[in-house]
């Protein structure tokens, strides 16, 4: 089994900063590309960034020159680095993956069960 676990949510004030992590456990032979996502009350889930296996990055528009995303393959974690917060980046922040478990078969995604991020204004 592979697990997805997220920390370092919390309450902060605007233009403060957090740093979220995650990291992968279980039966893992390769990871691929690590995402964030994140979803607002009441809004759809929407990708905030994405790193693949060779360390190249993408950003949601919202977020480009306040957040970075890195990982460390070593340790199988991926973090977010989130500074300039503002209150529209209040959500619930997913970690996903794409995980190949044996070195026979296809990487399947995987997501962690989210941590709350509040931005106060």
């Known amino acids: 089994q592979v697990q997805l676990v997220e920390s370092g949510g919390g309450l902060v004030q605007a233009g403060g900063f957090l740093r979220l992590s995650c990291a992968a456990s279980?039966?893992?032979?390769?990871?691929?590309?690590m995402r964030w996502y994140r979803q607002a009350s009441g809004k759809q889930r929407e990708l905030v960034a994405d790193?693949?296996?060779?360390?190249?990055?993408t950003y949601a528009d919202s977020v480009k020159g306040r957040f970075t995303i890195s990982r460390d393959s070593a340790k199988n974690t991926v973090s977010l680095q989130m500074n300039s917060l503002k209150p529209e980046d209040t959500a619930v922040y997913y970690c996903?993956?794409?995980?190949?478990?044996?070195?026979?078969?296809?990487?399947?995604?995987?997501w962690g069960h989210g941590t709350q991020v509040t931005i106060s204004s």
């Open positions: 790193i693949t296996r060779g360390g190249t990055t």
């Open positions: 996903n993956a794409d995980i190949q478990a044996h070195p026979i078969g296809a990487p399947i995604g995987y």
């Open positions: 279980g039966s893992i032979f390769s990871i691929y590309a």
